[in-house]
């Protein structure tokens, strides 16, 4: 989906100094909208199987504690309480360890796309995307990230919430039949 690639640490990174914004079409503008309001309702839809594993008579309680939490602590979350009731009945579904991997993932390039640095792609649609600073010293990453990664990535999170639909609709059928 993204490609990275990195160099070594440059001063000023290369920047757009002059504050002008690069030329973006509309469509990749409105893809990286879509990333954002589907992921958006990915971490709503997992919000609110976690509130219903804290009570199904009201989302208050799973609220009162989601209320600032992270979304990768939200997965851990999800993940802890599939664990316990998967070991209890001795069964773990065969979508939830890919469903958890894509979770994740899902968040991975969410910020990546949310968090790139849109003023300063090259002209390969390299974008800046963060320093990594390492024991080996300091490296400049840059994603791939255009028109095709960006839809496929749309595509990633909605199957992303399909599998989590399907695998909450299983969890049911496990704990009420």
């Given at each position: 989906m993204i490609i990275n690639t990195s160099k070594e640490f440059e001063q000023y990174l290369s920047r757009n100094?002059?504050?002008?914004?690069?030329?973006?079409?509309?469509f990749l503008l409105s893809l990286i909208g879509d990333v954002v309001v589907f992921f958006n309702g990915l971490e709503a839809q997992l919000d609110s199987?976690?509130?219903e594993v804290f009570t199904d008579r009201t989302?208050?309680?799973?609220?009162?504690?989601?209320?600032?939490?992270a979304y990768s602590s939200k997965v851990d979350l999800f993940k802890r309480f599939g664990d316990d009731?998967?070991?209890?009945?001795d069964k773990v579904p065969d979508i939830y360890n890919e469903l958890i991997k894509t979770l994740r993932e899902s968040g991975r390039i969410r910020n990546i796309v949310v968090h790139a640095d849109w003023e300063n792609?090259?002209?390969?649609?390299?974008?800046?995307?963060?320093?990594?600073i390492t024991k080996f010293g300091m490296v400049?990453?840059?994603?791939l990230v255009d028109e095709e990664s960006l839809m496929k990535i749309v595509e990633f999170i909605v199957k992303?919430?399909?599998?989590?639909?399907?695998?909450?609709?299983?969890?049911?059928?496990?704990?009420y039949h």
């Open positions: 100094k002059s504050g002008e914004r690069k030329e973006q079409s509309d199987c976690l509130c989302d208050a309680t799973g609220l009162i504690v989601l209320n600032k939490m009731l998967h070991s209890s009945i792609q090259d002209e390969e649609n390299y974008t800046f995307t963060k320093v990594k400049q990453e840059y994603s992303t919430r399909k599998n989590l639909d399907e695998y909450w609709e299983e969890r049911r059928r496990i704990i």
